[in-house]
Every structure is written in structure tokens, then in C-alpha cells.
């Protein structure tokens, strides 16, 4: 079975650490014309979807890695789910096609002072042993909260198995 390359970097966690993971999308209050620039409501426009996420923590045993793609919590089984280190921001017109990339500054400074007070410890990275799952794919409701502090009931975070190719080339 193909897996994830090997992680960029990874940390070994040694006190819980909160995370964000994500648990699906709704409406945010950002709408682009069909040029792809920051519009009004209406015809011709399409709302864009922000993620939701789920604050939880990452466990002394848990490793923290940086993959292509972003940052995972791998478990000591093999789990392997998306996070981000930082606490979301809701999208702006200022903020709609840079979000992702502020989240990422914000981990990458997030990590370097977990490493500076010892929270995190660079370490060889744990396999991944199944598919990480994809559970910020969910809709939900526009007023949905960006944040939520309770695991969802109906959170599944099962492996996603990427879909096959044919075989016996293209059809």
C-alpha cells in the first residue's frame, strides 16, 4: 500500500498541546465574481467556504509533523490527522486568498517556541500507517461556530482511502 512520503519534520510531543482540527466548512461572509475578485452578494457571485475546526490536544506519545500539505498529528498507532497549531481566524475580504497562508506563519512560529520551552523535541518521525482522514470536508451551517470545544457527535475521522486508478489505462 503507497503511503505518505516521509515527514519534512517531526516532534515528539511531551505535554498535552492545544490543536485545532478541522471537522468541516461553512459559508463565511466572503463572495467573489466569476473573475475570482472580491464581490457583493448576488448573481454571478459564489460564496466562499471557510473550515470549522474542533480545539482539542495533542498527547504526550503523539507526534506533531510537518508533511507536505501541512501539519498532522501522527499517533503512536499510525493515526495520522490534519491540525493547525494556532487558533483560526474567520475569512475577510482582507484575508480570503491569504488565510492559509497566515495560519501557516503562525504554526511555523507556534512550533519554534514549543521547541524553545521544551514542549516539543525534534524526533524521528512515526510511520503513518493508514491514510489521513479527511474530516474538515463536512458541510455545515452558515452560523455553525468557528471554534468548538466538544468532539462533535457526528465526527467521524476514519482514514480516507484515495480513490483508484483503472486499470488498463484511461477510460
Not at 503523539?62 to 490534519?82: I, K, N, S, Y
Not at 474567520?90 to 512560529?109: G, H, K, M, V
Request: proline share 11%; glycine share 8%.
Amino acid at each position: 500500500m503507497a503511503m505518505l512520503p516521509r515527514a519534512i519534520r517531526a516532534f515528539e510531543c511531551f505535554r498535552p498541546i492545544d490543536i485545532y482540527r478541522g471537522i468541516g466548512r461553512r459559508p463565511s461572509d466572503v463572495w467573489v465574481d466569476m473573475s475570482g475578485n472580491i464581490a457583493t452578494p448576488g448573481p454571478g457571485r459564489q460564496q466562499l467556504k471557510e473550515p470549522v475546526y474542533w480545539h482539542t490536544t495533542l498527547q504526550p506519545g503523539d507526534q506533531l509533523q510537518e508533511r507536505v500539505g501541512g501539519l498532522f498529528m501522527v499517533t503512536p498507532a499510525g493515526a495520522c490527522h490534519p491540525v493547525t497549531l494556532c487558533p483560526p481566524h474567520a475569512l475577510t475580504p482582507d484575508s480570503a486568498f491569504t488565510n492559509a497562508q497566515i495560519a501557516r506563519n503562525e504554526d511555523a512560529a507556534r512550533i519554534d517556541a514549543l521547541i524553545a520551552d521544551g514542549s516539543i523535541v525534534p524526533a524521528s518521525g512515526y510511520r503513518v500507517m493508514h491514510y489521513p482522514s479527511r474530516t474538515g470536508e463536512r458541510p455545515v451551517a452558515a452560523d455553525h461556530p468557528l471554534v468548538v470545544e466538544e468532539r462533535p457527535a457526528e465526527f467521524d475521522d476514519s482514514p480516507v482511502m484515495p480513490a483508484r486508478r483503472a486499470r488498463g489505462g484511461m477510460q
